[in-house]
């Protein structure tokens, strides 16, 4: 019979990309690993790792058992989460990745909630963007994402993961305070006249940047990209010091009254959608289903949500 161990870290060969990575990630010497994958290829009958320059690359057969290890996990998730509720109260640890502004304005008061309701919950928050988030909550690294998508901007979703919708935060341009409207922008026509001012956005190859970029485009002009951040709170305060206009959503005032004129978008391109993941099999854990709705309460009752932010006339 084929050892569940040895199928484990075959997986995580295949999510972690590098013998180096799964040694890391499960403390382990890299010898360690390459010897248990040996024998799990004695045990199977077939190679399961060609090289390819430096790095390894899993066979079509190491293919067909990481498909078969993924189902045996998922019934092993599901078989954690009825054992987690039978019994009395939740406990032990609940690790989560969050991405800046869900960190910033819904995350506190889900702890809050969940500090009273379930003091036995221990709960360990990681900042870290989707990009990255979610193929560690395959890894195993996380137990859940808050994840996101923009508007026309679909992000991928990896088979193992299933999600539940959380909300809605609306997107808005923020300018300068004391910047008149540029000839032939409208506060709810989108970035029309908007070619020369300079802007701060999120780095290449984030959903973020790619939906700014095809907004700015729509609008007919290359945006000039001064500054680069994935930290929100530094786009809000370039805006504050008059040095850029920025792309901001609703979260980044966590409850708070804006700080700087913000103007509607045309309403297909101003809502991104907010949603949390978790492996296949383990949203039915009770401390999976507390979190997500404490999250959901703090989302639905925060003050000052996005449809209510003030705008430019």
Request: proline share 8%; hydrophobic share 45%; with cysteine.
């Amino acid at each position: 019979m084929l050892d569940l161990h040895r199928l484990r870290l075959l997986r995580e060969l295949k999510h972690r990309g590098t013998l180096a990575a799964v040694a890391e990630a499960l403390s382990y010497s890299p010898s360690s690993i390459s010897q248990q994958l040996s024998v799990l290829e004695k045990e199977v009958g077939a190679p399961l790792l060609e090289p390819v320059g430096r790095r390894v690359r899993l066979t079509a057969q190491a293919e067909i058992l990481v498909a078969h290890t993924e189902a045996v996990l998922e019934r092993l998730e599901r078989a954690e989460a009825d054992l987690a509720a039978s019994l009395e109260g939740i406990a032990g640890v609940l690790r989560v990745a969050a991405f800046q502004t869900a960190a910033l304005a819904l995350v506190p008061d889900a702890l809050s909630l969940l500090r009273d309701a379930h003091p036995r919950l221990r709960i360990e928050i990681t900042q870290r963007e989707p990009e990255s988030a979610l193929p560690a909550l395959l890894a195993r690294d996380f137990d859940l994402v808050i994840t996101e998508e923009y508007p026309g901007e679909p992000g991928p979703r990896p088979a193992g993961v299933e999600y539940a919708e959380l909300g809605e935060d609306e997107i808005r341009l923020a300018l300068p305070s004391g910047t008149p409207p540029a000839p032939g922008h409208a506060a709810d026509g989108g970035l029309r006249g908007l070619a020369d001012v300079p802007w701060v956005m999120e780095p290449e190859g984030t959903a973020s940047r790619q939906w700014a970029t095809r907004l700015c485009r729509a609008a007919g002009f290359e945006p000039d990209v001064r500054f680069e951040s994935t930290d929100l709170l530094l786009h809000l305060r370039l805006v504050e010091r008059g040095h850029a206009a920025a792309l901001l959503p609703g979260l980044v005032w966590a409850g708070r009254a804006p700080t700087v004129p913000v103007d509607r978008l045309p309403a297909e391109h101003r809502i991104r959608r907010l949603f949390t993941a978790s492996r296949r099999g383990g949203g039915g854990h009770p401390a999976v289903r507390a979190f997500r709705t404490a999250l959901a309460d703090g989302f639905a009752n925060r003050n000052g949500s996005p449809g209510g932010l003030p705008h430019r006339d």
